[in-house]
């Protein structure tokens, strides 16, 4: 133990909580510094040390790893004010950006770090990660790591403690740029979830065995199967806020728009969870946005089966088949937005397919039909052989939704992408274009 | 013809060209500044003065009237090197900005003229102007002026000159926020009109008959009216090349980002004009997205009519009226859409209503659907009477859409707001959602 690295760590809320604390458990003294002192206080209850300031968690430090939400909160506690963590690092010391940030910032902060404060000697890594707060507190996140690769060899320990799957991505801004295509995954997935469970229960299905049927077939996805019981049991407790993946998708959708770059999907996604802010749902668990889809029901969706005042009948059709094409569909359209999105911001696709297999932006068409695909390495679905009969089959979903006058945002997007793609190729729409 | 001002121009392009020739005509002496040489010239021939240097224009100038592309073109101009036109400008004479720019841009001017420039004698007008080349060559704009009352006063006889609808619309940036929030509705206007006759062509009807049936009735639209016959024609000269809107679409979205305000079709618009450009088409003009929609054809509509490979039948049910379903159930989508955006950006809705209904975002049902809305000022289908027979009819141009695989992002984007609506208010959807 007396040889482990002393870690300062700033941002102890839901995901670096974990991560501080699943450190102090294996044995690294960990100074943790949040700005809301009940955090400080757990984590000092659970074994790690208290820093009033990122300066004096920073001055322990021979690692500092930054969690805190957001690129504004780490430029704070990096360089502003005489508390700033860049007073306190010593000669030589590393500073691991965890946290997700635009693009642009991690090449921003060595900027500052060499031209600004004249510590060309702080190293600097950039390393997103992903997982969610049970992997946090296993130590079992799938991490993007990227900088100079003796920095990363010399916070292996570090870095390997708090990851199951640790990834080498480059220089810094590649690990940035991973953690970007893989939320534009995550971002598409988590509000689909939504899309899907608020078309089982407007129709009056057994909600619980629909998630149970989607959880084993093409529709699934670590975000389905993670947010899913969330909206059954009506838990709303923010274990992860609408505002962190919104802020995520406007970091994807941002950097699309640096390369103008169309990603419609995860546009969509972008603008829907904006229609949650709008209806107040900015600080509660982004599940909640399926009362967008029930605006009766305030999201119950158990209570909703029994609803007698949305009066259904047998001819609406829509069956658990129906939910999972729904999913299947977006799913791969989004995969391979996502694998496009990947190539067009120069990040290596094999890997990624690896990546993204083992971490929350996964889903079950990803890994059905994105490694037929590599080989040729062209991000369209005309390209994808397995699309003509996912098309079909969300055509026929979302035709359903229409029926019914059931929204269904991402799925109109998502079939959209099929029918352009269905004028590229005659792989897709190859009954051709003379109706039924 | 003595007692009037002498003006600088730059930016004689489609656009500036017209309009600096129409104050020649009016009897100005006009100093033209381009840096494509040929277009001085031309502008030479018709009876302007050349000036070599934007610093030359402007010291001549009492008014110096800007009509480049874009606004880092705008900081070049004014601001960058030994000829940029702030060095040239005399004491207490005026820049007018006519240029569509981002909504942050005029204040940035000004403030650049003041504390970098030293020059708080300039006076600065924040003046976009919308209506296209004739109306710009007519002197008939719609120009959306904003500055101090004594500085448009002592504008007015130039304004008018270019103008046949002068608004004042406040201090600067008011302008430009006007500007943002018609070219919402241009915006989504001219690629809903390439979607319509794409599907027009595709499904083998008369192009020549849907348009004209189209501009009689509640799918009509300046843009459509005007874009149509390029389409017709397969005119691609870029009368208004595609860089043109996407950069306008690109500051209406980045104005709604700003302000975490969802607007799907704007957005939807915006992605598909990306398509454009990566299908090569970016300085051709906007209306060859049309090809986007019929990949066989190149976009030649009357040629397309008679195609063989395309097989058709009776059963696809798509008629001249279902095109015009498709644009109606858009435009009133839009429409609102940009009624709410204008309110949150806190312009005037009721001018905003008389703005629109007069310029180049002008579409039927805007005239038809908004002024029953402005005295409840909210923003919703759902609070829109004819709502609910407008979507249903989308919703059956989707389906027919849909059957043959036929791309309608836009229509596809906008019956997802009629359906969202529908769940808001049981004015839209009455026949409930137990399918029919």
Avoid at 68 to 77: D, E, H, I
Avoid at 237 to 259: C, F, H, N, P
Wanted: glycine residues 8%.
């Amino acid at each position: 133990m007396a040889s482990k690295p002393t870690i300062g760590f700033a941002g102890l809320g839901a995901m670096g909580g974990g991560m501080a604390t699943n450190l102090v458990k294996n044995g690294f003294e960990v100074y943790g510094f949040d700005v809301y002192q009940p955090l400080v206080d757990k984590f000092v209850q659970a074994g790690g040390r208290a820093a009033k300031t990122p300066k004096e968690a920073a001055s322990h430090a021979d690692f500092m790893v930054s969690m805190v939400a957001n690129a504004a909160q780490n430029s704070g506690l990096l360089f502003e004010g005489d508390d700033a963590a860049v007073h306190g690092l010593g000669k030589g010391k590393t500073f691991i950006l965890c946290s997700t940030t635009p693009t642009k910032f991690p090449a921003e902060i060595r900027k500052r770090l060499d031209e600004e404060f004249n510590r060309t000697d702080v190293k600097f890594l950039d390393c997103p990660v992903s997982g969610g707060t049970i992997r946090a507190a296993d130590g079992t996140l799938s991490i993007f790591s990227s900088g100079p690769n003796e920095d990363l060899d010399a916070a292996k320990d570090v870095l390997e403690c708090m990851s199951g799957n640790l990834y080498r991505m480059g220089d810094i801004t590649d690990g940035t740029k991973t953690k970007t295509i893989h939320q534009l995954l995550a971002g598409t997935n988590i509000i689909s979830a939504s899309e899907a469970m608020g078309l089982a229960a407007t129709v009056g299905l057994n909600t619980q065995a629909v998630a149970d049927a989607v959880n084993k077939s093409d529709g699934a996805s670590f975000m389905f199967e993670n947010r899913a019981p969330h909206m059954l049991n009506s838990d709303w407790s923010a274990l992860s806020a609408l505002g962190i993946i919104l802020k995520d998708t406007t970091i994807v959708t941002d950097a699309a728009r640096e390369i103008s770059f169309p990603v419609p999907l995860a546009n969509t996604a972008h603008f829907t969870y904006l229609q949650g802010v709008q209806a107040g749902m900015l600080k509660e668990d982004d599940a909640k946005l399926v009362q967008l889809y029930l605006p009766n029901s305030q999201g119950e969706l158990v209570a909703e089966m029994s609803k007698a005042d949305v009066k259904m009948n047998s001819s609406h059709q829509v069956s658990k088949e129906t939910i999972v094409d729904l999913l299947s569909g977006i799913h791969l359209a989004a995969s391979v937005e996502g694998m496009a999105f990947c190539k067009e911001l120069g990040q290596d696709r094999k890997l990624m397919y690896e990546i993204i297999s083992k971490a929350a932006g996964w889903n079950a068409m990803f890994t059905k039909c994105i490694p037929g695909m590599l080989e040729k390495d062209s991000w369209s679905l005309a390209e994808c052989p397995e699309a003509t009969e996912v098309a079909k089959k969300l055509s026929e979903a979302v035709e359903k939704c229409r029926l019914i006058q059931y929204p269904c945002p991402m799925a109109a997007a998502a079939l959209q992408k099929y029918t352009f793609a269905s004028l590229e190729n005659k792989t897709i729409g190859s009954q051709g274009r003379d109706g039924r």
